[in-house]
T-cell receptor
Framework: GQSLEQPSEVTAVEGAIVQINCTYQ??????LSWYQQHDGGAPTFLSY????GLEETGRFSSFLSRSDSYGYLLLQELQMKDSASYFC?????????FGKGTRLHILP | DARVTQTPRHKVTEMGQEVTMRCQPI?????VFWYRQTMMQGLELLAY????????DSGMPKDRFSAEMPDATLATLKIQPSEPRDSAVYFC??????????FGPGTRLLVL
């Protein structure tokens, strides 16, 4: 079955806040990472959560709840340059598995 | 500003030809990954090295693909013979850990 679930698309307004969710299967889970990828570019590492709670890096925050097998990426004060695809990735045992990505559309 | 470099950036070849892609990981990173990205399949892990030793290549078609790290500054991915279905963007990534990966710019491969 699907190891990671994240929405395929999300739309938000410039200046607003958006949350991108990611749910995962728990067996062998170690931690959750987030990557950003602009069209035609390479994925860029954003954050990694191994423990429950919120990690903040500037306008971006990432949250993990191991008991709920759930995490999210929170983007605040959205800017047009944040239009991109966002991937969650899990380390499960010795493997790294990426989700299919969430395409974030930002409206002016 | 240390970066992962990949060559070539673009490659167009004919079916049956050998393709070699090269990657220079960031100095000091002991994990190196090869990924393939397509619209249909997304980002797929092909191979993973730690301290130059291959730890996982279960995602790689063994009959035609091979990955090596002849030294700490070079990782290679070869396809022989190439097929049209191999057309994709191939990314190399390195990191101090598996969870923190820094991607190269990718090689865009088109097999005709």
């Amino acid at each position: 079955g699907q190891s990671l679930e994240q929405p395929s698309e999300v739309t938000a307004v410039e200046g607003a806040i958006v949350q991108i969710n990611c749910t995962y299967q728990t067996s062998g889970f170690y931690g959750l990472s987030w990557y950003q990828q602009h069209d035609g570019g390479a994925p860029t590492f954003l954050s990694y959560n191994a423990l429950d709670g919120l990690e903040e890096t500037g306008r971006f925050s990432s949250f993990l709840s191991r008991s709920d097998s759930y995490g999210y990426l929170l983007l605040q004060e959205l800017q047009m340059k944040d239009s991109a695809s966002y991937f969650c990735a899990v380390r499960r045992d010795d493997k790294i598995i990426f989700g299919k990505g969430t395409r974030l559309h930002i409206l002016p | 500003d240390a970066r992962v470099t990949q060559t070539p950036r673009h490659k167009v070849t004919e079916m049956g030809q050998e393709v070699t892609m090269r990657c220079q990981p960031i100095l000091g990173h002991n994990t190196v990954f090869w990924y393939r990205q397509t619209m249909m399949q997304g980002l797929e892990l092909l191979a993973y090295f730690r301290n130059r030793a291959p730890l996982d290549d279960s995602g790689m078609p063994k009959d035609r693909f091979s990955a090596e790290m002849p030294d700490a500054t070079l990782a290679t991915l070869k396809i022989q013979p190439s097929e049209p279905r191999d057309s994709a963007v191939y990314f190399c990534a390195s990191g101090p850990t598996r969870e923190t990966q820094y991607f190269g710019p990718g090689t865009r491969l088109l097999v005709l």
